[in-house]
Nanobody, 118 residues
Framework: QVQLVESGGGLVQPGGSLRLSCAAS????????MGWYRQTPGKQRELVAV???????NYADSVKGRFAISRDNAKNTVYLQMISLKPEDTAVYYC????????????WGQGTQDTVSS
């Protein structure tokens, strides 16, 4: 059974920081592309950051220079370090795992709410 369990979300003031973690089980973590997405009410889920099995990284323009994605294959965990948070970063953040072996298989976590507000 595949599980992606996010943690680390919460309420933070503008300019503050948060670190999200996503612990994976039931998958060959090291072979997957891991990503963080976010979604606000009424909007489509959007990519925040992604890190491939070869440690190639991409970020959404809106978070470049403020967010950092990393992975620890020994712990089957992907992280998202967020600094200089803005109110517009408020969203539910989802962990994603994607595997491409002829077909694309995608898994999602349950999401964690991050609220940036004074």
């Amino acid at each position: 059974q595949v599980q992606l369990v996010e943690s680390g979300g919460g309420l933070v003031q503008p300019g503050g920081s948060l670190r999200l973690s996503c612990a994976a089980s039931g998958i060959i973590f090291s072979r997957g592309t891991m990503g963080w997405y976010r979604q606000t009410p009424g909007k489509q889920r959007e990519l925040v950051a992604v890190i491939t099995d070869n440690f190639n990284i991409n970020y959404a323009d809106s978070v470049k220079g403020r967010f950092a994605i990393s992975r620890d294959n020994a712990k089957n965990t992907v992280y998202l370090q967020m600094i200089s948070l803005k109110p517009e970063d408020t969203a539910v953040y989802y962990c994603n795992a994607e595997f491409r072996r002829g077909v694309v298989t995608t898994y999602w976590g349950q999401g964690t709410q991050d609220t940036v507000s004074s």
